[in-house]
């Protein structure tokens, strides 16, 4: 299949630059057992998996899913996400994020599949929080480790920015929760801190909270942490959605674009559906 590509039985693989892996295989066909296993190995150990070609119904991708965890099936968690009709997902940019991370039970990852989509027009770009965290300068690691982070979900307004940069925003949920966190599929320790959860640093003043998240980010989003999917009709694209955060460009202007959504994550984790009503953060 040309350089870089390994083959192992059913499955051909190769690197991505800057990391992650790109799959070749018909996972709507049956895998033998030691085929699943060797993804399920790849999937963790690069926590970004690419698999072209795929035609999945929801139930297969469910299955496929449930490979490397239990798959969360609470109403809202799964289906089709699409920019089309009155009933599309929000059409507007997110900044980067994890979702649910919020919470004590973020999601462990998150599969989306393009059943429609124009190729080559939107993307999903990532974030590393484990590289990221890797590259801290020791005086900036301490800063942010001996203390707790306000997220929030924040407002339609506020989707695309830094909530770090407003004073007051508005909000839908609210957690808080450590700076940074061990990776149990891992062992590695990553950032907890995204632009669009982290509100403030516990135990500062805002400006200077705002600071300190400012200089963390530099490292978290520096072009070279960054990796992204442009996404074609048919692919498949798995994460690990503690090592790595996701962002995307406005939906208004890529045409259509559906795809399927699969989650492995615990049902105890809160719900990341929008509140209709949201307020403002009080510190």
Known sequence: ????????????????????????????????????????????RHSLLVAPGQ???LSRQREVLGWF???????????????QGEHAVVRSGLAFHADAAYTEHPF??????????????SSTRFAHAERALAKLPE?????????????????????????????????????RRPTILENPHSGQSYLNLSEMHAAQLVGLEWADSRELLRETFDYLYAPDNIAE?????????????????????????????????????????????????PRPVAF
């Open 229 to 277: 999917h442009i996404w074609r009709r048919g692919d498949l694209v798995i994460w690990d959605n503690r090592a790595l955060q996701h962002a995307r460009g406005s939906l208004a202007a890529v045409g259509r674009r559906v795809l399927q959504r699969v989650i492995v994550g615990s049902e105890g984790a809160a719900p990341h559906t929008l509140n209709p009503s």
């Open 108 to 121: 462990e990852a998150i599969a989306l599949h393009a059943l429609d989509v124009v190729d080559g027009a």
């Open 1 to 44: 299949m040309g350089a870089g590509w390994q083959t192992d039985g059913q499955l051909s693989w190769r690197q991505l630059t800057p990391y992650g892996v790109e799959v070749r295989t018909n996972l709507a066909g049956r895998l033998e057992q030691a085929d699943i296993a060797r993804l399920v190995r790849l999937f963790w």
């Open 55 to 57: 035609q999945l119904s």
């Open 69 to 83: 965890g239990p798959v969360l099936l609470r109403d809202g968690e799964s289906g089709v996400l699409s920019n």
């Open 139 to 175: 005086r900036l690691r301490q800063a942010i480790a001996s203390r707790e982070v306000d997220m929030i979900t924040p407002g339609f307004s506020l989707l695309e920015q830094r909530v770090c940069d407003v004073p007051d925003p508005e909000f839908m949920q609210r957690g």
